[in-house]
């Protein structure tokens, strides 16, 4: 077996001394040895193809004082005999190339906890960016869309250039992965090439990207024809995070908002933040993609001034109720936003959906839909399945407890 190939298995794969030997090339074997990246340890489990139990092996214990490889699921009742090269072998060291690597880039290393199959190595400011460089593994083998898990890591890491170290060609011939930008995948051969100093690539790449600050995807979602609003599912995992799913799909797709274009561009001093769009979509999910601005206030309990609204203005067309509504909300704000601007969002929420989906109809109802409660209703199914602690609601001082908003506003 390639070893490259083996490494795409596991974070640190194990190798008996007989599976050792069959690993190629032989030269970059031995050069993983004199490095520290192979090391010596004892094996705990036989790989067995005996059953269906998918029991992961045999356990390798003592047998009448012989050494044996014991059946977990007691399909074999006669434990099997192992040789000392079946109980001792090598064992990949993650922890010692990420240390390689860092010393010979002069790296810092750190950055976030492991997430799925993509492990930190450093993560620092190079020429003014914010810069990732991670190991991830079994791409194009038991990562489902790994695409989807790249293009989070962004909002995970904070990163403006994501440098992913991978130990095989693999990742390479996923199109979903080449379409991200701002994304470089390294080989673990070009690692070796260059004797783990990754500098030069990490520089270069980085001169070369242009300037952009959002690092959505450069392809849209991967809609299937025919799809529309209605039999399509957005679940917010996260608050940054949702599942998306559509009929057709073996697995739902996870998508950051960064991915989706809901990046704030004017606050990159705070990193990747998103803007209020995706803030109003959020609060439309907490309410199961049904809400108006009045029912909200309700439930924030948020109070409008004594004079109550005036009765002339019903005589006024919709458009012009809604806007003299708004008036009375000046100053009241919801999650950070101002009431007054929440129908622009929506507007910014709309376009981007059909965008991103490549679905023409829009996503929401009429806002005075016939037969429906006036206010902003999604055609697809769409709810938060996280718990929140409620947003942040402030109301100016003058607002007094006279009236909760009318559950009958235009709004």
Not at 101 to 127: D, H, R
Not at 150 to 161: K, L, N, P, Q, S
Not at 233 to 244: L, S
Request: glycine share 8%; with cysteine; proline share 6%.
């Amino acid at each position: 077996m390639n070893i490259f190939d083996a490494l795409e298995t596991r974070l640190e794969p194990k190798f008996n001394n007989i599976k050792f030997r069959e690993l190629e090339p032989t030269d970059t074997v031995k050069q993983f040895c004199e490095l520290g990246l192979l090391k010596q340890v004892p094996i705990d489990k036989f790989s067995c193809d005996q059953c269906w139990e998918n029991c992961r092996g045999l356990s390798i214990g003592l047998v009448n004082g012989k050494l044996g490889g014991i059946c977990p699921s007691g399909f074999l009742e006669t434990p099997h005999q192992l040789t000392p090269d079946e109980t001792q072998g090598w064992q990949f060291d993650f922890n010692r190339l990420a240390e390689l690597i860092c010393a010979k880039s002069n790296l810092v290393p750190g950055g976030e906890e492991k997430t799925g199959n993509l492990m930190p190595i450093a993560y620092e400011q190079i020429n003014g960016k914010n810069m990732a460089v991670i190991y991830g593994y079994g791409f194009g083998y038991d990562l489902i869309h790994p695409e989807e898990v790249i293009a989070d890591c962004f909002g995970m890491f904070r990163a403006d250039e994501l440098f992913i170290v991978v130990p095989s060609n693999a990742a390479l011939l996923i199109g979903g992965i080449n379409s991200l930008r701002n994304t470089h995948l390294i080989t673990l051969k070009n690692v070796l090439r260059n004797n783990f100093d990754i500098s030069d690539i990490i520089k270069r790449k980085i001169s070369e990207s242009k300037a952009t600050s959002d690092t959505k995807m450069s392809v849209k979602f991967p809609t299937p024809d025919g799809t529309t609003w209605d039999n399509t599912t957005i679940e917010f995992i996260t608050e940054d995070g949702v599942k998306i799913n559509m009929p057709g799909f073996q697995h739902p797709y996870t998508k950051h908002f960064s991915v989706m274009g809901f990046q704030d561009t004017r606050r990159t001093s705070q990193g990747i933040v998103p803007d209020k769009a995706w803030r109003v979509f959020r609060l439309i999910a907490q309410n199961q993609g049904e809400w108006t601005l009045g029912d909200l206030l309700k439930k924030a309990k948020v109070f409008r001034k004594k004079k109550g609204f005036d009765p002339a203005v019903a005589e006024l067309s919709a458009a012009a109720q809604k806007e003299e509504y708004l008036k009375q909300f000046t100053g009241i704000t919801i999650a950070g936003m101002k009431v007054s601007d929440i129908p622009t969002y929506v507007g910014m929420l709309r376009k981007r959906l059909k965008e991103y989906f490549g679905i023409n109809d829009d996503p929401f109802y009429p806002y005075y839909a016939r037969g429906k409660k006036p206010g902003y209703q999604a055609k697809f199914k769409v709810f938060c399945s996280y718990k929140e602690p409620p947003g942040s609601f402030d109301t100016p001082a003058d607002l007094e407890d006279s009236s909760i908003a009318d559950e009958n506003s235009p709004l």
